[in-house]
Structures are given as C-alpha cells and as structure tokens.
C-alpha cells in the first residue's frame, strides 16, 4: 500500500467555538492558512478538535467544513474513531460516508485499560472493517495505557494499519519501532516539542498542534529536518520554543485557541470540563507571539 501521503505536517485541527455552536467560519479560516504555508495534510476530530464534547452532528459539519475547504488539496485524516467500545467503532465505520477520507486515526482505547492482546485485538478489528487506512495513536497520558513497541510492530504487519502517531515521550520505544518497522509504516510524532529528534531518529512527521496558529514556521522545520538540514531545522524549532510551553500550561487546545484568537483566527472558547486560558498565562503568550512578529 502506497503510504507517501502520510508524511511531514499534519495539523491537528482546532473546533472553533461561537458560543454554544460550531463557528465553520473560523475553521474555513484556520484551514486556509494551513494550506497556504505548507501543511502536507489535515487532522480534524481528534483530541485537539475537543471531539469527546462535539455531538455527532458537530462531528459530520466539522468533517464537511474542512473538505468544502480543503477542496481536495491535502489528505484528510479523520480523528474521530478513537473510541473505548470497539464494537461502537465498527457501527460508526459502517455508517460513516469516506468520500474524501484518506485515512483514519485511532487513539487506544480510554478508562477501559486493556491489555496489549485487547488494544492489538481492538485496532485489528477496526483495520479490517475500515475502508480506508488505519493509523494508531499512542497517547498513554491521556489514555493511560501505552501501546508497546512489541505491540506497534505485531499491528505494522496488517495491510491497512499504515502507522502510528506516537505520543509516549518514550524515546527508547519510539526508536525500536522506528528500528523494527517495515518501511512502508510511517512514524509520526504526536508531541510538537520532539519532533525535531524524533525526525532525527527516522521518523516521517509529526501531527501538529502549534501549526494551528503558526504553519509557516513549523512547515520550515519539519521540511528542513526531513531534508538533513538539521541547521535550518534547528533554527525554525527554536523561534517557536517560547509559545510552546504556554500552549500546554492549562491544557491542550486551551493555549492553541488562546494563540488564534491573538492572531484574529478565532474565538478562545474552550468547552467545560476545559476553560480558557487564565490572564497571567495568556499574556505570557502574547509577549512570546509578539517576539514572532519580524516573521
């Protein structure tokens, strides 16, 4: 299976908010500016897109606002089937239209904890019932499992299980799946502040949150590093190192959607449980964008 699509920038798409709706508007915006620096595919409906508070009609408009936008430009990975029912997943797939999908992303499953024969069993059963290719996500800290390199590697064996979005922080791990995979299963960094080493290491991208707001810069980065020039790489990731840290004080996409509404993108609206970002850490971020503004 042809896998190429997968590989440099993907944007994990924000759900813009207009008090208690959808703001399409925003997010046509948001999609827009992404496309004009660089972004090599989209991701809405993930953890970013604060889907677990979106209602199934949100999710559909969300999905038909960023391909009327996208317009067939750039894949679109949809985030939406990271489930902790399986048989839930594979009633969604069934009723799900794909046209203009190009792959889903599948967290492990949440608050159930299964073990590694349960996530494998799990992502097989999704791989053989999607239509279109699959993408893992391993994301312990909000999942509390961890799906293992062992794990990982036994999945990269199925035909439509394409990669894996690794957001573990455990490098020993990334770099034995990065070791043992076979080639044509893509690596893709899901923690923006690492994706410099984890290219470094082999890895073929990275599923953004701070390109949200600042494609262009990130875009540079990760094509450089992608490249070998580590040089350029260096330089793009370091203007970018001060706005990261405030982007995740409060949570993500708390900081993000503080970040675009800084840049006129969208409102920071936030759903409970989440909260927008407090005044002390947001103007910490205003001075660190600020020091952007050359670029």
Known sequence: MDTSFIKGLGTALVTPFAGDRVDAEALKKIVANNLAHGVDFLVPLGTTGETSTLTDSECHLVINTVLEANEGRV?????????????????????????????????????????????????IAIAEASPVPVLLY???????????????????EHPNIIGTKEASG???????????????????????LV????????????????????????????????????????????????????LYV???????????????FCADEVRLPLWPLSSPHKQQLREAIRHLSPL
């Not at 455990?170 to 923006?192: A, E, Y």
């Not at 290219?199 to 450089?224: L, R, T, W």
Request: charged residues 15%.
């Open 250 to 264: 409060e949570g993500n996409p708390v900081g993000i959607k503080a970040a675009l509404q800084i840049l006129g």
């Open 75 to 123: 894949p679109v990975v949809c985030g939406w089937f990271g489930k902790n029912n399986t048989r839930q997943v594979l009633e969604m797939i069934s009723a799900f239209r794909f046209d203009g999908i190009s792959a889903i992303l599948v967290a492990s499953p949440y608050y159930n904890k299964p073990s590694q024969a349960g996530l494998f069993q799990h992502f």
């Open 138 to 156: 391993n994301v312990p800290s909000r999942t509390a499992v961890n799906i293992t390199a062992e794990t990982t590697l036994k999945l990269a």
């Open 195 to 246: 994706t410099l080493p984890m290219i470094a290491c082999g890895a073929e991208g990275v599923i953004s949150v701070i390109s949200n707001a600042f494609p262009g810069i990130f875009a540079a980065m990760v094509d450089s590093a992608l490249e070998g020039n580590f040089n350029d790489a260096k330089f793009h990731n370091d203007l970018l190192l001060d706005v990261h840290k405030w």
């Open 170 to 192: 455990d490098f020993n791990q990334i770099m034995q799946v990065l070791k043992h995979k076979p080639s044509s299963f893509r690596v893709l960094s899901g923690d923006d």
